[in-house]
C-alpha cells in the first residue's frame, strides 16, 4: 500500500498483519486470543435478540489492506450512519470455521457486510447464511460491470456484490531472476531453487499450475488436481518452493528473500510506489481472475444500512478512491474515468485497468461441489506440506 | 468425608469442599468439558471406524510428530548448554547486578512473542548480515541461506523459550546454600568435584523444571516453524491449526492433538523418573 501519514499509527500492527499475511494473521490472533470474535458472538447470542440500535450502524467485515482511510469517515459524514470496519477476514476457511456455528444455530455474528472470495460466498449462499440485498436501498447496483452481473454461484446478484477483482499470477524481482518471466514453467526453473513462494490460497495457485500443464481451472477434474498437487509436492519437497503464503510473500520479494511468488495482482502494484521494480505478469498460459464479494448474513438486523454502504461504495467517484489505495480492480461502471482525476498514473496501469489481451486469458476457478471440494482441498494441503 | 468429619472436630465438614469448589468448577469447564469434547470428536464421524483419526495421525503426520519432538528436544538442549551458565554465573557471580541481569532475562518478555519471531526474519534475511558473515568463513548450511531452514526454526525455538530455562535453574541454585560448597572444598573436593558432586544435583530440580516449560510449548509450538521454516519443517502445531481451520477434518485434528498430549504426558514422567524428582513433576 502507499504511505499515508494515517496509517503511522497502525504501523507495527500493519507490519506484523503484513509479515503474517492477511490471509493468516486472524487465525494466529484469534488462536492466542481464545476465539475473541466467537466468544463474542457466543456471548451476545446468549443474550438474545439484540434491541434494534438507537445510533444508527453497520459493521462490516474486510480483508486488511483493502479500503482507503478516508472512506469510512466520508460514508460517516454523508449518511449519519456509523460504520465500523474491522480487517478480520484474512482467510476464507478460516473465517467460514469461526462463524459456521453460530450462523447455522441464527445467531448473530454482529457483522452486517463481510466481503468473501467467490468459492466462499457461493458456499454462504448455497448453506442459506445470507440475505437478498435490499435493492431500494441500493440503487447504484446499477453500476455494476456487465460481465459480473450473472454469477453461478449468485444470479442476478440478489446476495451479494463484488468489492474488487483481482488476479492471481507470477509476481518477481528481476533483479534476483536476472531476466524477464513469461510463463507458469518459470516458477519451476532450477535456477530459482529455494527462492519461489506460492500462496495458500488453493484456487489461485492450483489454478496457475493446472494452467501451466495445459489444463483448464474453470473445468478441471479430479486428475487434473492430483496431477498439479503432485508436482507441487515434489517440488515443496526438493526444497525449490521455499513456502505457500498468503501476502506475506511481498515483503520477501522486495526484500530479495525470494525471487519468483505465485502473486496476487493488487499487492504488487501496492508495493511498485517503494520498489519500482517489482513486476507482476498474467503468464502466456493463463492467470486466474477472482472477485471478493459483500454479502448480508442473514442474522443482521440492519440490511438496509448494508445496503447504503454498498450504495456508497458503488459510486464510480467513491471506488476510485478506494481503488487509489487498495488498487485491485473496481467492479464499478465509469471507475476509470474518476481515477484518471485523482491517480492518473495508476489509471493506465494494466492492473487496475485490464487490456483486453490479459482478459482473455483469465480463468476463474470451477465450482465445487462440497465431496469434490474437501477432496481438492486434501490433495492441496497434502502437496503444501500443512 | 466421615473422616474429615470426624477429625476436624469444630470445623465445618464442607469449609475444605467450598474451597476447593471454585478450582473445580474451572478445571471442570476449561479443561474436563473441552477435553471430553475433543476426544469424541477424535473417535470421528460415524461414518468412519473410531480409530481413523488415530491411523492417520500416525501414517500420514508421523513425520511431523517425529520433527515436532526433535525440534523440541534439540531446543530444549541448546537451551539447558545456554541457560545453565547464564543461570549460574547470575545466582553466583554476579554480585549486586544480579536483580539487573534478571531483568534483562525477562526484558523480552515486554515485546510480544510475534514481535520478536518475526525480528528474526529479518536478522536471517538472505542478504543481512548474519548470512553474509557465515557465507564468508564458510558456515551456511547447504541450503545457502538460514531463514526457513532447520537451522532457523531451532535457534527461534531457543530463543523463544531460553527465559523458561533461566528462571528455574536460577531459582534452584539460588536455594543452594554455599556452606555446602564450603563445606564440599573442607573435604578436599576441588570446584569441578564441588561442582559436579554438590551444586549440580542440587540444581536438578531448577533443569527438570526448565526443561518442561521448554520442551511441552515447544513441542506445540508452531510460530517458530511457520515464520522462520519452510513446508518441509512444519511441525505438528501447524498441521492441527490447518486441519481444523483449513480442511475441517475434525476427528483428525482432534485425533493428532491427543496424540500429541499422551506423548508428551509419557515422555514428561519417564524424564521426571529418571532424574528422581517424580514428586516435583
Not at chain 2, 121 to 150: A, F
Amino acid at each position: 500500500m502507499k504511505k499515508d501519514p494515517s496509517y503511522s499509527e497502525q504501523e507495527l500492527q500493519a507490519m506484523v498483519r503484513r509479515a503474517l499475511s492477511r490471509r493468516q494473521f486472524l487465525g494466529r490472533t484469534a488462536m492466542a486470543a481464545g476465539g475473541l470474535t466467537l466468544g463474542s458472538a457466543f456471548l451476545s447470542a446468549c443474550k438474545g435478540k439484540e434491541a434494534a440500535p438507537v445510533v444508527k450502524e453497520v459493521r462490516i467485515s474486510n480483508w486488511p489492506l483493502y479500503i482507503d482511510p478516508k472512506t469510512i469517515p466520508d460514508f460517516e459524514a454523508a449518511t449519519g450512519i456509523k460504520a465500523i470496519y474491522t480487517e478480520d477476514v484474512n482467510d476464507n476457511n478460516e473465517f467460514f470455521a469461526k462463524v459456521d456455528e453460530p450462523l447455522k444455530r441464527g445467531q448473530s455474528i454482529d457483522r452486517d457486510i463481510v466481503v468473501l472470495t467467490d468459492w466462499m460466498a457461493g458456499r454462504f449462499i448455497k448453506l442459506g447464511y445470507t440475505q437478498a440485498i435490499p435493492v431500494a436501498a441500493f440503487p447504484n447496483k446499477a453500476n455494476l460491470v456487465d460481465h459480473l452481473t450473472n454469477v453461478g454461484f449468485d444470479p442476478g446478484r440478489a446476495h451479494s456484490v463484488p468489492w474488487m477483482s483481482g488476479m492471481a499470477g507470477i509476481g518477481y524481482n528481476p533483479k534476483a531472476t536476472g531476466r524477464e518471466l513469461t510463463s507458469v514453467a518459470d516458477l519451476f526453473d532450477p535456477k530459482f531453487k529455494g527462492k519461489v513462494t506460492m500462496l495458500t490460497e488453493m484456487r489461485d495457485t492450483l489454478g496457475l499450475v493446472m494452467l501451466g500443464e495445459g489444463k483448464d481451472p474453470a473445468a478441471c477434474t479430479t486428475a487434473d488436481a492430483t496431477a498439479a498437487c503432485a508436482k507441487i509436492k515434489q517440488y515443496r519437497e526438493s526444497g525449490h518452493i521455499r513456502g505457500f503464503t498468503g501476502n506475506d510473500y511481498a515483503e520477501d520479494l522486495a526484500a530479495g528473500n525470494i525471487a519468483v511468488a505465485v502473486a496476487w495482482s493488487g499487492d504488487i502494484q501496492g508495493l511498485a510506489a517503494d520498489n519500482p521494480d517489482l513486476r507482476w505478469i498474467a503468464p502466456k498460459e493463463g492467470a486466474m481472475l477472482y472477485s471478493d464479494n459483500m454479502l448480508i448474513p442473514k442474522t443482521s438486523d440492519r440490511a438496509e444500512l448494508a445496503a447504503t454502504f454498498m450504495n456508497y461504495c458503488y459510486t464510480p467517484a467513491h471506488s476510485a478512491q478506494i481503488v487509489a489505495t487498495a488498487p485491485y480492480i473496481s467492479p464499478v461502471k465509469g471507475v476509470g474515468d474518476e481515477l484518471v482525476k485523482i491517480a492518473p498514473a495508476l489509471a493506465s496501469s494494466p492492473l487496475v485497468n485490464v487490456p483486453a489481451d490479459v482478459s482473455a486469458r483469465l480463468r476463474v476457478f470451477k465450482w465445487l461441489e462440497d465431496a469434490e471440494d474437501q477432496e481438492f482441498n486434501r490433495l492441496f494441503q497434502d502437496a503444501i506440506g500443512a | 468425608m466421615a473422616g474429615i468429619a470426624a477429625g476436624g472436630g469444630r470445623r465445618s465438614p464442607v469449609a475444605p469442599y467450598l474451597l476447593v469448589a471454585p478450582g473445580v468448577l474451572w478445571l471442570l469447564a476449561f479443561y474436563v468439558v473441552p477435553t471430553v469434547t475433543l476426544a469424541r470428536t477424535s473417535f470421528g464421524p460415524a461414518d468412519a471406524a473410531w480409530y481413523d483419526g488415530y491411523q492417520r495421525a500416525f501414517t500420514v503426520y508421523g513425520v511431523h510428530l517425529g520433527r515436532s519432538f526433535g525440534y523440541a528436544l534439540a531446543a530444549t538442549l541448546v537451551c539447558v548448554l545456554l541457560g545453565y551458565p547464564l543461570a549460574y554465573a547470575i545466582a553466583f557471580r554476579a554480585g549486586k547486578y544480579k536483580n539487573f541481569l534478571l531483568g534483562l532475562v525477562i526484558l523480552p518478555f515486554f515485546t510480544t512473542f510475534l514481535v520478536r519471531t518475526f525480528a528474526w526474519k529479518t536478522i536471517l534475511n538472505d542478504g543481512g548480515i548474519v548470512v553474509q558473515v557465515l557465507g564468508t568463513i564458510g558456515m551456511l548450511p547447504e541450503e545457502g541461506r538460514l531463514l526457513n531452514t532447520v537451522w532457523a526454526v531451532i535457534g527461534g525455538l531457543s530463543y523463544n523459550f531460553l527465559p523458561f530455562m533461566i528462571l528455574p535453574i536460577y531459582v534452584s541454585l539460588e536455594k543452594i546454600d554455599r556452606k555446602l560448597t564450603e563445606a564440599a572444598n573442607d573435604l578436599y573436593c576441588n570446584a569441578g568435584q564441588a561442582f559436579r558432586k554438590v551444586v549440580l544435583p542440587l540444581s536438578m530440580p531448577g533443569v527438570l523444571a526448565g526443561s518442561l516449560l521448554t520442551f511441552i510449548p515447544a513441542t506445540g509450538d508452531f510460530i517458530n516453524a511457520e515464520l522462520l521454516g519452510s513446508p518441509n519443517q512444519k511441525m505438528l502445531g501447524s498441521v492441527i491449526q490447518g486441519q481444523f481451520l483449513q480442511v475441517r477434518d475434525y476427528s483428525l485434528a482432534a485425533s493428532l492433538s491427543f496424540v500429541l498430549m499422551v506423548i508428551i504426558t509419557i515422555m514428561v514422567l519417564l524424564y521426571a523418573r529418571a532424574l528422581g524428582t517424580e514428586d516435583l513433576a
